[in-house]
């Protein structure tokens, strides 16, 4: 059976391997492209521990770290968790009403009745995401026991600025943070992975770090490297 190669953000330019299968991953269709998927978002369309190599080249600078999501959660007024909070609640439901029976979309009348701790209001609240964190935890989902991920990232103040859609500045040791040994928030279960380095070195009078990283996914399979 053939190796599987996967390359993320492969554009048009897909760096492939002979003898092996290549699949190619971005948000746009190119003649490279095998699926479409927005990176730090979407599920990797890939079945777990399918894949020996990912390698994402120019990518991981262009995913968020964290953003905030904001939602609406219908509830009951009494749920909310201060007496103030409800209190605004009632107020502004009832506001709410009265500017759309002016507007004549709306009659106050007693089916509705007067807003109170029993009526439903739509609550705005946000949501924490981490894209970031989300596409390692899926790339190491994707990747075999001792698969291998490559990455080529922009890490210098130059090379990192002049490009405006660069957003997620990574520092020469980044990948601990995707280690079991050498993470506060692994017990956590925000970080998934468990990489070990292989190889991390400077290019490009060190505009560019290419770090190569091992997936393990068995016990007591960490040597030491570097």
Not at 131 to 145: A, G, Q, S, T
Request: aromatic share 8%; net charge negative; hydrophobic share 35%.
């Amino acid at each position: 059976m053939s190796k599987v190669k996967v390359e993320l953000g492969c554009g048009e330019n897909r760096r492939d391997i002979e003898g092996w299968k290549n699949i190619g991953i971005d948000i746009i269709q190119t003649p490279c492209t095998d699926f479409i998927c927005c990176l730090g978002y979407d599920e990797l369309p890939l079945e777990d521990d399918s894949v020996d190599l990912v390698s994402a080249i120019d990518v991981l600078e262009h995913i968020p770290r964290v953003e905030f999501k904001q939602k609406y959660v219908e509830m009951i007024i009494s749920n909310l968790p201060t007496e103030r909070l409800q209190k605004k609640a009632i107020e502004s439901l009832k506001e709410h009403r009265e500017s759309l029976a002016k507007q004549g979309k709306m009659l106050l009348d007693k089916e509705h009745g007067e807003p109170s701790l029993s009526s439903n209001i739509l609550h705005r609240t946000f949501e924490r995401v981490t894209p970031f964190i989300y596409l390692m935890n899926e790339i190491y989902r994707v990747l075999k026991h001792e698969g291998i991920l490559y990455v080529e990232v922009t890490v210098s103040d130059y090379a990192f600025r002049r490009d405006t859609t660069h957003i997620n500045q990574l520092s020469e040791d980044w990948w601990k943070y995707f280690s079991s040994i050498d993470n506060l928030y692994y017990n956590q279960e925000i970080i998934k992975t468990d990489f070990q380095v292989v190889d991390n070195q400077f290019k490009n009078n060190k505009d560019i770090l290419c770090t190569k990283l091992r997936a393990l996914k068995k016990q007591n399979m960490r040597e030491p490297i570097i």
